[in-house]
């Protein structure tokens, strides 16, 4: 573009030599470079600093590491790379075997439990019934003592008769204390619940939802609907449930972010709504239009994070970009345009937007640059 904005001027500058006869001298052809290098400067610098341009621009996508809940050697892989898939299908299985028998085990022990709070349900009556005789039995000891007392006071028994009644009166006394103590103990342990259940059922139980639980973790499958990238999983290998060892990578079917980074010299100039077009390395010689949909709050090189070291701002690398988020108003489905894909992207602002159209011609030119490319050749 600046070859092609000299080129014109020294047309146009040539023709006025021409028309008005200027005599062609050291001061005149001074005169008319000076003139044009402030005029060729002065439209390039409005231009780049009210019609923005960068060439670090990408389609970002969404990924998820999948990593097995629980660990355990792969039977089964019935996917592909590629292949499109379905929230819920099965990507991988892991032997379920050992976490099938923990839920058998766990089931065992769940019945035994709940055995066992029947036993001890019947042992509490049983110790109720006890005390309740015990009881009686005081009583009957006490009315007998209670007679004996009062026919002792009047002559008509043996004081060895007396000494009898309140020796069972007093065995009476501790037979039944016994008997309470352990109807109590026994109530105490039939009635231990949580939320209405036996601690050892409640216990044993959530056991069981975990052990249940790994058991559907052996068989991992797809989070949403996507696509399986780069699937080196086989048969035989070891899944192991560790957060920093995926085992494969699943792309979403979700549509990837546009977004352009752009120097900070023009952060004044860029303001959501604004006109956008970007050309693509993928569609040489085409060029596509979009809106500015959001500017970035933040700059990553200026974020904070707790540590054990001290800021060290010569360990920071770069400046920094504003991250723009472009969205594209037009149909670029019909394209072969994959996730990740690079562009090139310049924005039209309403300062000074007479010069935009140089930046369009700019643009456009770059999109057919795109045809001119190797590979080793």
């Known amino acids: 573009m600046d070859l092609l904005i000299i080129l014109t001027y020294a047309a146009f500058a040539y023709a006025v030599f021409r028309i008005f006869k200027i005599p062609v001298n050291g001061f005149s052809l001074l005169t008319a470079a000076l003139g044009g290098i402030a ?25 998820t590491p999948i990593i097995p809940g629980v660990s355990g050697v792969v039977t089964e892989v019935p996917i592909e790379s590629g292949t499109h898939l379905k929230a819920g299908d099965i990507l991988f299985r892991i032997d379920p075997t050992p976490f099938e028998n923990a839920v058998k085990a766990k089931e065992a022990a769940l019945a035994d439990a709940l055995q066992t709070t029947h036993q001890l349900r019947a042992t509490a009556d049983a110790a109720q019934k006890k005390l309740e005789s015990a009881l009686a039995d005081r009583d009957g000891a006490r009315d007998v003592f209670e007679r004996q007392q009062k026919l002792l006071a009047s002559g008509a028994v043996a004081q060895a008769q007396f000494e009898r009644a309140k020796t069972n009166l007093a065995a009476a006394e501790a037979t039944a204390q016994s008997a309470k103590a352990e109807a109590d103990r026994a109530l105490l342990a039939a009635e231990a619940v949580v939320q209405g259940v036996n601690t050892d059922v409640a216990r044993l139980q959530a056991e069981l939802d975990t052990a249940k639980f790994n058991l559907e973790q052996a068989t991992v499958r797809a989070p949403t609907d996507g696509t399986v990238q780069q699937n080196f999983l086989r048969r035989g290998m070891f899944a192991a449930s560790m957060p920093l060892r995926p085992v494969m990578i ?8 546009f977004t352009a980074a752009f120097l900070q010299n023009s952060a004044q100039r860029i303001e959501q709504g604004s006109e956008a077009e970007f050309i693509l390395p993928a569609v040489p010689g085409r060029f596509f239009k979009g809106k500015v949909a959001a500017v970035g709050a933040f ?4 974020q904070l994070q707790p540590s054990g070291n001290l800021i060290d701002p010569e360990q920071i690398k770069g400046e920094g970009r504003i991250l723009v988020r472009i969205e594209p108003e037009a149909d670029i489905s019909k394209y072969l345009i994959v996730p990740g894909s690079t562009a090139q992207v310049a924005i039209y602002t309403h300062h000074m937007h007479h010069l935009a159209v140089m930046r369009k011609v700019l643009l456009r030119m770059k999109s057919w640059t795109n045809f001119l490319f190797s590979d080793g050749h």
């Open 39 to 63: 005029i060729v400067g002065a439209l390039v610098l409005g231009m780049n600093y009210n019609h923005p341009f960068s060439s670090e621009a990408r389609f970002y996508f969404h990924t």
């Open 250 to 257: 699943f792309l979403h079917d979700e549509k990837p972010k």
């Open 299 to 302: 700059i990553a090189q200026g």
